[in-house]
Antibody, heavy 122, light 106 residues
Framework: EVQLVESGGGLIQPGGSLRLSCAAS????????MSWVRQAPGKGLEWVSV???????YYADSVKGRFTISRDNSKNTLYLQMNSLRAEDTAVYYC????????????????WGQGTLVTVSS | SYELTQPPSVSVSPGQTASITCSGD??????ACWYQQKSGQSPVVVIY???KRPSGIPERFSGSNSGNTATLTISGTQAMDEADYYC?????????FGGGTKLTVL
């Protein structure tokens, strides 16, 4: 059974740093396209970052230069290092597994975690 | 950057057909998918690759995509279908979500 379990959220002051973790089971993180998606309170879904199976990484403009996505193959875990946090980064952060068919540009998320809440406030 | 536009809300009576649109420049040249998110829960994919249904998703959910518009159609809408719905596409190695549509069944 595929499971994604996020952790690491909490209350952090503006300018601070936080690292989110997403522990996966039932599949291999390094063989898949893995993403972080966030949702501010009462707002819609916002894609944050993706790491391809080959290791390439991409970011939304809103977090580029501040957030870093990575994975630990030995722990089968996905991470999101968040630096220089701002109030507008307050959101529930979900990790999600992507299903990709590259030549046809098919990309969708078939499994999502339950999310972890990050609150940036003084 | 690529943008997807959805109506903020759609209302439908039980048993009727609900249609939710998602607009983007030449969206029909890409593949669209749709997620359902009920209050307090994580999103669930209900349509992928424009019109395919994952296992476990009722047949009343269907999708289409042509020109600049993708459409999610729910036939015989039930009270349990009340949720937020998001379209999503992939463009230039980035994932794009629509703003979301709140479906009310009344």
């Amino acid at each position: 059974e595929v499971q994604l379990v996020e952790s690491g959220g909490g209350l952090i002051q503006p300018g601070g740093s936080l690292r989110l973790s997403c522990a996966a089971s039932g599949f291999t993180v390094s063989s898949n396209y893995m993403s972080w998606v966030r949702q501010a309170p009462g707002k819609g879904l916002e894609w944050v970052s993706v790491i391809y199976s080959g290791g390439s990484t991409y970011y939304a403009d809103s977090v580029k230069g501040r957030f870093t996505i990575s994975r630990d193959n030995s722990k089968n875990t996905l991470y999101l290092q968040m630096n220089s946090l701002r109030a507008e980064d307050t959101a529930v952060y979900y990790c999600a597994r992507g299903v990709v068919v590259v030549p046809a540009a098919i990309f969708y998320f078939d499994y999502w975690g339950q999310g972890t809440l990050v609150t940036v406030s003084s | 950057s690529y943008e997807l536009t959805q109506p903020p809300s759609v209302s439908v009576s039980p048993g009727q057909t609900a249609s939710i649109t998602c607009s983007g420049d030449k969206l029909g040249d890409k593949y669209a998918c749709w997620y359902q998110q009920k209050s307090g829960q994580s999103p669930v994919v209900v349509i992928y690759q424009d019109k395919k249904r994952p296992s476990g998703i009722p047949e009343r959910f269907s999708g289409s995509n042509s020109g600049n518009t993708a459409t999610l159609t729910i036939s015989g809408t039930q009270a349990m279908d009340e949720a937020d719905y998001y379209c999503q596409a992939w463009d230039s190695s980035t994932v794009v979500f629509g703003g979301g549509t709140k479906l009310t069944v009344l």
